[in-house]
């Protein structure tokens, strides 16, 4: 008997083992027909299919999401990717509602998010390239100032940008970096670290009463560059005002100005935005620049906050030069993780 349960007639009117196949195609056979034959699939479901067109919304017009009220429109552009996790839960609600329409639903929200980000899914990234270059936020408060600053230069940038520097630490960064780096400048609370000579280094002005931007020409093998390092304003998410920006939005048009002023063809900048590059109050800088990670990483490269990063803040974005390659550093005794890129320096046309 318990050999018969196992057993199903054959094409020759035998019988033998029921093969793990056949099974999966009678039971996928039955839960068509079910659905095939139940008359309330098209009208359950109408809550999820709407929460699904909602959500498809959000996400195709979120460039028209108004910042007037708690700058709503950068917070959801900030966290925008991953509004996409929404999808599969909508696709597993609609399975076990048994919802057509639903199913329909969860169509555009799955495209709209697969053309907005599906090509940060692959690997864009390149061999060869002519500088390397970095960028760390260290966090003010970090407890080993001098293992963060070997961690970062082991990552063998040519250039290295950190921000958040305190003025008692400076000398610890200088002498844990003096060995991998000939010249360096600190201006304010930014700081260049390079392989190649440097020459006018100076302060960049965005509006905030102290320095926490600058500039320098780095002239490596291949020509000058224009390297910017900026940490702009912080942002906060408040129950009664929202996501607070106006400082952060005003620096970026000042920051915008400045590199669009800049007379070099080649440009790099690096830094800590505190905003990503789908955030529109950041369009006075992204406009001009290509984000390294966009163009040739692999995955989001988030870098914040470093213990679970959800979003990346910390940008490298080039301007007459072609990245090849970008991503993040492993993890030091800062909230923010390192990140990198390799580029190519072209000839200027």
């Known amino acids: 008997m318990a050999q018969q349960a196992y057993m199903t007639e054959t ?45 498809g919304l959000v996400m195709l017009v979120h460039s028209r999401i108004p910042n007037r009220v708690g700058n709503l429109g950068s917070l959801t552009e900030t966290f925008l990717p991953w509004l996409g996790l929404a999808v599969p839960v909508l696709l597993v609600l609609a399975l076990l509602r048994r919802s057509a329409t639903a199913l329909v639903a969860v169509l555009l929200p799955a495209v709209v998010w ?79 670290w390079s392989r190649y000579p440097m020459a006018g280094v100076e302060a960049v002005d965005i509006k905030l009463g102290w320095k926490r931007a600058m500039r320098a020409t780095v002239t490596t093998p291949k020509g000058p560059v224009a390297v910017y390092v900026a940490h702009l304003p912080s942002v906060r998410v408040k129950m009664q005002a929202g996501f607070t920006a106006r400082q952060r939005d005003k620096s970026a048009d000042a920051l915008g100005e400045a590199i669009a002023d800049e007379t070099l063809h080649r440009v790099v900048l690096l830094g800590d935005l505190n905003g990503t590059m789908n955030d529109r109050s950041l369009n006075a800088v992204t406009s001009q620049l290509r984000s390294t990670q966009g163009a040739a990483g692999s995955g989001f490269g988030f870098s914040w906050p470093a213990s679970f990063p959800m979003a990346r803040i910390d940008q490298i974005m080039v301007k007459g030069v072609r990245p090849l390659s970008s991503w993040t550093l492993p993890r030091t005794n800062s909230d923010h993780l390192p990140v990198a890129a390799r580029v190519k320096l072209d000839t200027p046309s």
């Open 11 to 55: 094409d020759g009117g035998g019988s033998g083992p029921e093969r793990p196949g056949t099974r999966l195609r009678r039971l996928a056979h039955r839960l068509a027909a079910g659905w095939r034959d139940d008359p309330g699939i098209w009208r359950r479901g109408l809550v999820l299919a709407a929460l699904a067109l909602l959500l």
């Open 114 to 192: 697969l053309n907005l980000f599906g090509g940060l899914l692959t690997d864009r990234s390149g061999g060869g390239g002519d500088l390397t270059v970095a960028t760390h936020n260290v966090n003010a408060d970090n407890p080993d100032p001098a293992a963060t600053a070997r961690d970062v230069a082991a990552s063998g940038a040519d250039v290295l940008a950190l921000e958040e520097l305190p003025a008692s630490a400076v000398p610890v960064y200088e002498k844990a970096l003096a060995a991998t780096y000939k010249y360096h400048a600190v201006v304010g609370t930014v700081g260049l």
